[in-house]
């Protein structure tokens, strides 16, 4: 069985910073993209950023400039660093990730989400 377990979630002060993992375990041939999401309140989920297999990231125009996407392949593991974080940030976030279990079929994947709250 495949689990995606994140953390890293928490209270922060407007103007700080954090930084969220997700780790994978479990049968992993390979990982394709991997992504994080957030969903607050009464809104619906949105995609964060994104970093593909070789590197090539992608943000949300709302994260842009304060945030970075990386992954590590040797431990399965994506990371999300996030500054200059505003209260609009506060939302549950989850990672995703497309998992290879051999190497021609993948199947998606999610986190069960942390809770990153902007609040002074």
């Known amino acids: 069985q495949v689990q995606l377990v994140e953390s890293g979630g928490g209270l922060v002060q407007p103007g700080g910073s954090l930084t969220l993992s997700c780790a994978a375990s479990g049968n992993i041939f390979d990982i394709g993209t991997m992504a994080w999401y957030r969903q607050a309140p009464g809104k619906q989920r949105e995609l964060v950023a994104s970093?593909?297999?070789?590197?090539?990231?992608n943000y949300a125009d709302s994260v842009k400039g304060r945030s970075t996407i990386s992954r590590n392949n040797a431990w399965n593991t994506v990371y999300l660093q996030m500054s200059s974080l505003k209260p609009e940030d506060t939302a549950v976030y989850s990672c995703?990730?497309?998992?290879?279990?051999?190497?021609?079929?993948?199947?998606?994947?999610w986190g069960q989400g942390t809770q990153v709250t902007v609040s002074s």
């Open positions: 995703k990730m497309i998992l290879f279990n051999t190497p021609y079929a993948s199947t998606e994947y």
């Open positions: 970093i593909t297999s070789g590197g090539r990231t």
